[in-house]
């Protein structure tokens, strides 16, 4: 089958602050020579510019190359994302958005190569959003470079989120010359992780990335349109992910972040564990995306993974842990720590059971059914239920919500699920979330009953794997059970201290910015009920976490 493209006119690069094609600019700042808009020739023919910069008069130096539409030219900065943690001045006027900063890269001994992709800004071609033609692309510069007289032969990737995301794909053809790569909180299923959460469409991301996508001489994937024709995981939406994750076989430093509930945090951590590389690391943060890319803590480690793997120097990469995990408390208060695996071997999946009755979370499931409902068209009208711990507890990893659910009217329900934590008062514990918001959710779930269906192969006890791939839609009455994948979270509780469930039919963790993702396209008519109790084993599957045998820090 072809996919049938709906194109838009692209939008003058100028309007966009770009320059121009400055093809044969050679440029100098201190130690690093600049090479503006060389062009490079793809397989059929395409030419595409990259910017080059590398140490004055060096040679067999190695590369860091970044990938992405949104401008080698560095036409954003952090001064327009209030509250992201990044200095003013602290990432230098070269750095593509989202990208390493060439002149401290440079000052180290390294080349970096910022692309821009195929019929993006002066490019050649038309600009398709996160297709295919990125990672074919990709590898063709990648090649190239290796070349590059002044080049010792190793390329490695960097950067975060779009630029994280084509890593992968690249990655997974294999380039012979890709030495490495750091993605740095990139999606890698693009339907379940960006534009149908739970098979429910994203409303608002998904204009935040057409506006950023839009700067083109040529045509550009009409973005949004496309993305309302394909609510199901069809072959359009199977071409936005990496599905070659296995493929993956060069050294790899992945880094995810917990607050980027409904885009990065999922997709991050499955690309690790998918990935045959023998050589891979995950870290996963509890601060914010940017500011934590370009703290110095994190361009020492950076540092030292491409000392390694791009210029064969050994460094503290042969010492780390296969798993470094901070173990939340609240926004900007956690412990790092070590492990082997994710998920995490000894992890406890305990189930809570909804107790209508009390609006509680117990071990013990209610002898005698209950039904509770909300309106699920009216903005937070919900159910809440809450687990107080006697005991110490840590609960990292991914949960599942399994609920039994009827449709007072209509023929379809959207469910929005958010787990908060509650001091020992009852109230509200704030969490880092997506790149700027300090007060966020412990983590988040999704899901439009009518893709209720999984894959049995696929799933597991603590996560429901949906195929979204048909619509079973309700009858007048019928209740059905559903599993609701909540997105991986690590969260520490004190004795005393809760954990809050919260049900209702619209979005919980809403804010007025165009990178938080919404769901304003609803299916829901009337009031949603909820069945408990007796037949109905309604529950909350949390991952508890104990101590390793022998540690003794106190809990």
Known sequence: MTIEMLWREGVEPARGKYPGLRTGLVEQEGGMLIERDVPVQMRDGVHVYVDIFRPMGASGIPVIFTWSPYGKHGFKTF??????????????????????????????????????????????GDLVILGPEEAEDGYDVIEWAAQLPWCNGRVGMAGVSYLAMVQYRIAALRPPHLACINPWEGVSDGYREYGYHGGIPETNFVKFMEWSCQFTRGRVEDWVQMHQLHPMLDEYNASKSCDA??????????????????????GTIEAFVKMSSP??????????????????????RQQAFYERFLKGVDSEVAAWPRVSLEVREQAYVGEV???????????????????????ALGRDALREAVTLSYDATVQDDRLEFVYRFEEPAELTGGMKLRLWVEAESGDDMDIFVALHKLDRNGEFVPFVAMAMIDDGPLALGWL?????????????AWRPWH???????LEPGEVVPIDVEIWPSSTKFHSGQQLKL??????????????????????????????????????????????????????
Not at 92 to 120: F, L, M, Q
Not at 344 to 359: F, N
């Open 467 to 473: 195929t979204h791939q048909r619509r079973l839609l």
């Open 337 to 359: 720590r070590s492990e082997q695996e994710w998920p995490i071997a000894r992890t406890e999946y305990v189930p809570l059971y909804l107790d209508g009755e009390k609006r």
């Open 448 to 460: 439009r009953v009518s893709h209720r269906e999984t894959d049995p192969s696929r799933s597991t």
């Open 502 to 555: 919260i049900i209702q039919g619209n979005d919980i963790f809403r804010y007025d910015l165009p990178q938080v993702q919404l769901h304003q396209d609803s299916v829901n008519v009337g009031a949603h009920k909820i069945h408990m109790g007796g037949p109905y084993d309604s529950y909350l599957l949390i991952p508890v976490v104990p101590p390793r045998v022998g540690d003794t820090r106190r809990q």
């Open 279 to 300: 050589q891979k690391w995950l870290e996963v943060h509890g601060r914010k995306k940017w500011q934590y890319y370009y703290q110095p803590t994190s361009l020492a």
């Open 79 to 124: 001064d327009v994302f209030p509250n992201s943690g990044v200095p003013k001045g602290s990432v230098s006027r070269y750095a593509a958005w989202e990208g390493p900063d060439p002149v401290y890269w440079t000052e180290h001994g390294y080349a970096v190569i910022n692309g821009d992709c195929r019929g993006s800004w002066g490019c050649e």
């Open 245 to 266: 994750l296995e493929d993956i076989v060069v050294p790899a430093y992945v880094v995810a972040d917990w607050g980027d509930q409904g885009l990065h945090t999922r």
